[in-house]
């Protein structure tokens, strides 16, 4: 497997787009951010769909309350198994490839998703989702670096692009909201997949740098199966961290790690070099995609339900609460990049875990209170916060690696992104449930965790400095 010292980095950046394989002025680079962006968008709108419509698609299906993390977690599950796999065909077969085959598949997973009938079934078409997902989101960044191939060029596309994911979350729950149920909205949400990939077959421009060699199917199959144990014992320990299943489901974590670290270091074309985690920026991408999924996700994805079981709101209602948040989120997104070339991104992602922070400990005891309005302090603060991360995060994941493995750097950093995110949803719904002193306590409970792990995150990207 290569080395990537300092100094081969650093060459790598100067000589990328001469060894890339796609034009070096892609004829439709405005084309190619809509459409990047526009897809991009629809698979988060189809990820934040189940936080509005949870409690209907949970009776719907029969879900009981200690299944329902996997109503939420299938989606991020498929990203997180699969997001590495996909940059790392992204850029050996085609970024164009593999963004309209993802966009494709996202379309027809997400319309068969609003036809199943049960659990299994659903959480078995949510995962199809992520890894549907998943190609979109690898292959975007990657296309994105070869369409603005100068600083301020890439600045100003990731920023934008980073802004659609705020987008995307903000839309999914009014779009789910305003339909006659999930089904329909689930069939909604494919028909547009489907339009945006027909409308990339002829602007996109096809760019690559193989590697040569095979995919990496045995590190994306001992990768996705640490995954899913981890999701399995985070699930069961609402009902008791020390019982014999969790025990052995995090054992067989460490197990399938260990496994997947040794294919890696062993395979000519591994998913991720495993030498980038000696580098402090890269380190800190995947730190910031990490933390980002465990606090922001993990809490604002249960709290809508919460909201509609404890206020007894009703689903649209609390999807235009929470647009003040995800509204926010998106419109500070796109102004962010100004900031990042002003205070660097690193900066920027440590302010946004920080106001996340001070947004959540703003939340405490609203649950209680029995009133929606004490929750606006906090919405509007993590709002913000959101934003800043969503606009840097892309910056740094394409700064961290060498700009020929832009899709593979993506895919790194939202792979973290979204084992965080499967992680602090089931963190999330098992400290709420799981309380004995009621649902109220369990929220600020978890908003106290979730502030924690936040600062956690500040940290973590603040020292994390780059040698010189």
């Known amino acids: 497997m290569p080395r990537f010292s300092e100094r081969t980095v650093t060459r790598s950046r100067s000589t990328a787009v001469r060894r890339d394989t796609s034009p070096s002025a892609p004829s ?22 189940p936080v509005i419509t949870l409690r209907d698609t949970a009776t719907d299906l029969h879900t009981p309350l200690s299944a329902q993390a996997w109503l939420l977690n299938g989606t991020p599950l498929g990203l997180a198994a699969l997001l590495l796999v996909a940059g790392s065909l992204a850029d050996d077969y085609g970024r164009r490839r593999v963004f309209l085959g993802g966009t494709l598949a996202l379309g027809l997973t997400t319309a068969l998703g609003g036809l199943t009938n049960s659990t299994l079934l659903f ?70 997949a ?14 690559k740098a193989p590697r040569g060699g095979r995919p990496d199917i045995l590190g994306a199959l001992t990768f996705g199966s640490a995954l899913v144990a981890l999701v399995a014992a985070l699930t069961l320990g609402r009902d008791g961290w020390l019982r014999t299943p969790v025990v052995l489901l995090l054992a067989a974590t460490v197990a399938a790690m260990a496994l997947f670290t040794l294919v890696e270091r062993r395979t000519r074309t591994p998913m991720i070099d495993l030498s980038l985690l000696r580098h402090p920026r890269f380190l800190a991408s995947a730190a910031g995609g990490l933390f980002t999924g465990l606090t922001v996700i993990g809490l604002f994805s249960y709290l809508p339900a919460l909201l509609q079981q404890t206020l007894h709101m009703s689903a649209m209602n609390t999807a235009w609460l929470f647009l003040l948040w995800s509204g926010l989120s998106f419109v500070v997104a796109l102004q962010a990049k100004r ?20 947004g959540a400990v703003a939340m405490l005891g609203a649950i209680g209170s029995g009133s929606w309005v004490r929750m606006l302090p906090g919405l509007i603060l993590g709002g913000v916060g959101s ?12 700064e961290s690696v060498p700009l020929d493995r832009a899709a593979m750097g993506s ?26 002193a009621g649902l109220a306590h369990g929220a600020d409970v978890a908003m106290v965790v979730s502030a924690v792990l936040a600062v956690l995150g500040a940290v973590s990207v603040g020292v994390l400095r780059e040698r010189a």
């Open 28 to 49: 439709h680079p405005r084309a190619t951010l809509a459409l990047t962006s526009a897809a991009t968008a629809v698979a988060l709108m189809t990820y934040t769909a």
């Open 194 to 207: 489907l339009l945006v990939a027909a409308l990339g077959m002829r602007p996109l421009t096809e760019s």
């Open 387 to 398: 934003g800043l991360l969503n606009a840097a995060l892309p910056l740094v994941a394409v």
């Open 123 to 192: 959480t078995l078409a949510r995962i199809a989702q992520g890894a549907a997902s998943a190609a979109i989101l690898a292959s975007s960044l990657g296309l994105l670096v070869t369409a603005f191939p100068s600083p301020r060029g890439r600045l100003h596309a990731t920023g934008v692009w980073g802004a659609f994911v705020s987008g995307g979350i903000a839309a999914g729950p009014l779009v789910a909201g305003a339909m006659p149920s999930w089904r329909v909205a689930y069939g909604a949400l494919g028909a547009a």
């Open 411 to 436: 895919g790194a950093q939202q792979t973290f992104r979204y084992i965080g995110s499967c992680a602090g949803v089931a963190l999330t719904i098992a400290l709420v449930t799981s309380s004995g």
């Open 339 to 358: 900031l990042a070339g002003r205070v660097g991104s690193r900066r920027q992602l440590a302010m946004g875990f920080l106001l996340h922070a001070v």
